[in-house]
C-alpha cells in the first residue's frame, strides 16, 4: 500500500493497528488500510474498501459541526503543509477509546489520516435518564452523536422518528 507525500513515512512510525486512509485534492477517498477495513467491521460498518474509495470524505461525516471541524482542519494541513495532532474519543457501545489522530500533507493536496488507539477500558452500557435500565439504554459516540440502537450507530433525529 501507498500513502502519499510524507504521509507514506508517518505510516511507518505509528503503531500497527493504526486506521490510516487518504484522501485526494478534491477530498476523495483514495486508500484505506486493512486496520481500517476491521475497524468499519468491528463498528457496524461496511468493511469492504471499494465502498469508500472514490468517494468524498465528507458522506461518511454525518454531523454537520464535525464535517465543519474536519473540512477546518484538513485546509489547514494543506495551507500550512504541516501534520495536526488530534486527541479524540472514538467510543462503541462498551468500550470507551481514547485515539490521536495524525493529518498529514502529502503531494498534491492529498492528506493522510492516521488515528491510532492510545488505550481503551470496557465499559457498562449507561441507562437513559428517566427510564427503566431494563427497558432502555443510550448510548452515544462521543465524537460523532449518534446514538446506538438495534439497528446500529444512528442520528439522533433518526432514532427520535423510529421511536428507537
Excluded at 33 to 42: I, L, T, V
Excluded at 79 to 107: N, V, Y
Amino acid at each position: 500500500m501507498r500513502f502519499a507525500g510524507c504521509a507514506g513515512q508517518l505510516t511507518e512510525r505509528f503503531m500497527p493497528g493504526s486506521v490510516i486512509y487518504s484522501i485526494d485534492a478534491q477530498d476523495r477517498i483514495m486508500e484505506v488500510n486493512g486496520e481500517w477495513s476491521r475497524f468499519a467491521a468491528a463498528n457496524d460498518g461496511d468493511p469492504e474498501q471499494a465502498a469508500v474509495i472514490g468517494r468524498k470524505l465528507w458522506d461518511f461525516i454525518s454531523d454537520a459541526g464535525n464535517r465543519t471541524l474536519y473540512r477546518a482542519m484538513v485546509r489547514s494541513v494543506r495551507q500550512k503543509a504541516a501534520p495536526l495532532h488530534i486527541p479524540f474519543r472514538c467510543d462503541s457501545p462498551t468500550l470507551e477509546r481514547h485515539m490521536t489522530m495524525t493529518i498529514a500533507p502529502g503531494k498534491l493536496d492529498e492528506v493522510a489520516f492516521i488515528c491510532t488507539l492510545q488505550y481503551s477500558f470496557e465499559r457498562p452500557a449507561r441507562p437513559a435518564g428517566g427510564l427503566r435500565s431494563e427497558t432502555a439504554t443510550i448510548v452515544e459516540c462521543d465524537d460523532c452523536h449518534r446514538l446506538w440502537t438495534e439497528r446500529g450507530w444512528r442520528d439522533c433525529w433518526e432514532v427520535i422518528m423510529a421511536g428507537e
